[in-house]
């Protein structure tokens, strides 16, 4: 548990570990992507001529595709699904997925329309190629979904026109459930996720062997075993493919990374989870906030389990599904509960073009290693924030003036709106990966604020008096930055005890309601009423009034 929101509740935890999830690769033919390759590519099958190669021989193959398909699978007593437009593709397949561990092989075929950069040929009245060029059009993708005995149940799905673009779907929780089964780890594996592990520690090494073999033999045996046989062959017979040396290249297009921990006690993981969200929602400016509930509530130990199953379960849940996340750009970090006791947090790149490493099988173990630095500084930050924690002297060093380098800058003022939106901003932005810009800050300032536009100018100088006080700090010589973690949780205590201690209690303090207590009254209510007639008694005594329109007070200790 190398973060520090892991470590804090590791009393609560049975284990843990961390697991490539889904695994997205697209396979392209490099030759037929340009106009004079595939020029090339389409004399090579047809014995060096190049007459027959227009529009209606284009359809020809793709319609001959889809036919092979539909041949095949009917002889071998296979499924062949039309989807139509907008059909939830996923919900189809468990009733389909084999019961047999020993079942390999293609199970279940769905065909449906989906938009693809495909050939357009134009050729003069003699019959000459005046153009080719590509255009985007709705084509029938063939998905082939396959049982491997390696990773389980994986999707190789083809466009049916050339040069027949291929995406492999695979799931790394199908190959860590196959490799444990091997080695003989008892688990409890639903709906994409292992809910009760006997030897945690062993299940995280072979979750680990994922990430740390390599990519470019491991992935791309697994996909050639699949895409000449299983998908190409219905376009080009073996001897074609040998003929025009059709073959295919890999590239990483999505990638998820969940780590996972394991809690003894389903009431434990939802009273922890329910209250970082509470303590987190507002600074992390977490807009949306989805909850699916389910039919039961989590019990306080841990049930009976059925024994282990490798299939994924597609089910309404049965316990409240709660998903908190947040976006920056092509990159989705998410925290939700799954199953009895499991709490998960996924880092997601959804373009890997996104993260700036390349998109080559190559740079497959590069990208998990994003996505793994990408969690843990969320997982931290949001460590920051829900124990927030504050220095006794920052209420008197705060508001000094201080030093950044040449520059003398003035204080902190809290009382002042514009640094307190200044502060929501940098803790907001604080998650980003990367760092963030001058421009995110003054972005996010303008969104929380009703008054004039908050310009560049000031929050250069306003982000000034943060890094003289150090809680920002700059990300080497460039323009981005971020925040240490002990500034995060001091900024987040000083405005939480603004925010939710001194302006709740403070509230109609000189003039008690008649009837204070509310018929439904929370704990947090309760400790709030208490509060304030403690302090009506105590104001009393030392003889002073409360002014309920005033935004700031001074606390004497």
Not at 449 to 463: P, W
């Amino acid at each position: 548990m190398p973060d520090e929101f892991s470590r804090y509740y590791a009393d609560f935890l049975t284990g843990s570990y961390d697991c490539i999830d889904r695994i997205v690769l697209n396979g392209y033919f490099r030759l037929g992507y340009s106009p004079g390759g595939f020029r090339t590519w389409w004399r090579n099958l047809h014995q060096g001529a190049d007459a027959d190669l227009d529009n209606a021989h284009l359809m020809r193959m793709a319609g001959r595709v889809g036919r092979r398909v539909r041949g095949w699978a009917q002889a071998n007593r296979v499924p062949v699904i039309d989807c139509a437009a907008g059909e939830r593709k996923d919900e189809l397949v468990p009733t389909y997925l084999p019961t047999s561990p020993d079942v390999t092989g293609v199970f279940l075929v769905l065909v449906g329309r989906a938009p693809a950069p495909i050939w357009d040929v134009t050729r003069s009245p003699k019959g000459h190629i005046v153009e080719l060029a590509r255009k985007r059009a709705q084509v029938n993708h063939y998905a082939f979904h396959i049982m491997d005995p390696e990773w389980g149940h994986i999707v190789l799905k083809m466009c049916g026109h050339p040069p027949f673009e291929l995406q492999i779907i695979l799931n790394g929780h199908e190959y860590v459930a196959r490799q444990a089964q091997r080695q003989g780890i008892d688990f409890v594996k639903e709906d994409n996720c292992f809910t009760v592990v006997t030897d945690g520690a062993q299940l995280a090494k072979v979750a680990d062997t994922l990430g740390s073999q390599d990519p470019v033999g491991h992935l791309s045996q697994l996909c050639d075993r699949w895409a000449y046989t299983s998908c190409l062959g219905f376009a080009l017979e073996l001897a074609e493919q040998q003929q025009t040396d059709f073959r295919y290249d890999y590239a990483v297009y999505q990638v998820e990374y969940s780590r996972n921990l394991l809690f003894k006690q389903g009431r434990q993981l939802d009273q922890v989870f329910q209250g970082v969200i509470d303590r987190s929602r507002g600074p992390l400016d977490l807009q949306t906030l989805k909850t699916i509930f389910g039919r039961r509530s989590r019990p306080r130990r841990q049930a009976h389990h059925p024994p282990p199953r490798i299939e994924a379960v597609l089910e309404t849940p049965t316990y409240d599904l709660t998903v908190f996340k947040l976006h920056f750009g092509k990159l989705t970090v998410k925290l939700y509960s799954k199953g009895e006791h499991v709490l998960r947090s996924e880092a997601i790149v959804h373009n890997v073009q996104a993260l700036g490493v390349g998109r080559s099988l190559a740079k497959f173990s590069e990208v998990v290693q994003r996505l793994h630095a990408l969690l843990e500084r969320f997982l931290n930050a949001l460590h920051c924030i829900d124990v927030a924690c504050i220095d006794p002297g920052l209420w008197d060093t705060w508001p000094l003036p201080s030093q950044l380098g040449r520059t003398r800058v003035g204080g902190l003022d809290l009382d002042k709106e514009r640094l307190r939106h200044l502060m929501q901003a940098v803790m907001a932005l604080a998650p980003v990966p990367g760092g963030f810009r001058l421009a995110d800050v003054a972005q996010h300032v303008n969104q929380l604020t009703t008054d004039a536009a908050y310009t560049l100018r000031q929050a250069a100088y306003d982000l000034k008096k943060l890094r003289a006080k150090h809680l920002v700090e700059r990300i080497g010589r460039s323009r981005r930055y971020e925040v240490p973690a002990e500034a995060l949780k001091a900024m987040t205590a000083v405005l939480v005890i603004k925010d939710k201690v001194l302006k709740p209690v403070l509230a109609n303090l000189g003039t008690p309601l008649p009837h204070p207590q509310p018929v439904q009254a929370s704990p947090l209510d309760e400790h709030y009423l208490r509060l304030q007639a403690d302090l009506r008694t105590l104001f009393a005594a030392i003889g002073i009034a409360a002014d309920s329109d005033r935004q700031s007070v001074v606390v004497v200790a």
